[in-house]
């Protein structure tokens, strides 16, 4: 029997233009470009290499100090946007998947970058539904190292082998196929080559896993 580890942002829930929202209001006060296209680059990758990411632009140098108050000022921001999001805000497919994947007895996991994934879980009413929760306070290296997956598959106490990944990174792909876990790539990790399937669905993943 397979175990489903599903990504959150982007997966489960859209936070996107949430991230986008805070990062920008952290650029501009620091007079750094930043548009949409970048904010694309930081799908599924960590916070301090987000950072790392939109200080490219910059042409100040910044000090470790300096780096971990530009985060802060970020998620502080960030945090006060997620009180906002609801039930509602979950993508389509995604509670009439979770409830066919429980009815057939699928174990699933979370496996997020995301130090908020808690909160997040809990403002979308989700923080009771998996089985096991991995995310980025646990790790030391975030996607596309397959720490967070390999985290996941352990708490759910089933191998790598046996875990379907659902990820709409290509840093989450790469996470996946490097910790030898067959990837399901939807939205933009389509484009990633290693994906071992492609959707536009969440109800294809329910195919793909023959579920009744
Ligand atoms: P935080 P995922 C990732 O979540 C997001 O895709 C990425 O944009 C974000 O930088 C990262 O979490 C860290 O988030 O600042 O809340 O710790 O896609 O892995 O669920
Ligand atoms: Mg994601």
Redesign the pocket.
């Known amino acids: 029997m397979k175990s489903v580890i599903f ?5 489960i829930v859209s ?2 233009d949430l ?1 986008f929202q805070a990062w920008k209001s952290m650029a501009d006060r620091n007079g750094i470009p930043f548009d949409r296209q970048i904010n694309n680059l ?6 301090a290499e ?1 950072l790392e990411i939109i200080l490219r632009k910059s042409e100040k140098s910044y000090s470790e100090q300096q780096k971990q108050e530009l985060m802060q000022y970020k ?1 502080d921001i ?1 945090v006060k946007l997620l009180d906002n999001l609801k039930h509602s805000d979950i993508l389509p497919g995604v509670v009439e998947l979770i409830n066919r994947l429980k009815k057939a007895g699928v174990k699933i996991a979370i ?7 808690r909160k997040i879980l809990q403002k979308i009413g989700l923080e009771t539904v998996f089985d096991a929760i991995a995310d ?1 306070t646990e790790i030391q290296h ?2 596309p190292d397959p720490e ?1 997956f390999l985290v996941a598959a352990r708490k759910l106490e089933t191998k790598p082998e046996n875990c379907v990944v659902v990820e ?2 290509v840093a ?1 792909i790469e996470a996946a196929k490097a910790g030898n876990m067959t990837a399901i790539a939807i939205g933009d990790a389509a484009s990633s080559s290693l994906a071992d399937y492609r959707v536009n669905t969440m109800m294809q993943i329910a195919e793909i896993l023959n579920l009744e």
């Open positions: 990504d959150l942002d982007g997966v936070t996107d991230h930081l799908r599924g990758v960590s916070r987000s998620n960030y496996g997020s970058s995301s130090k908020n994934t980025g975030s996607k967070v709409d990174a989450g």
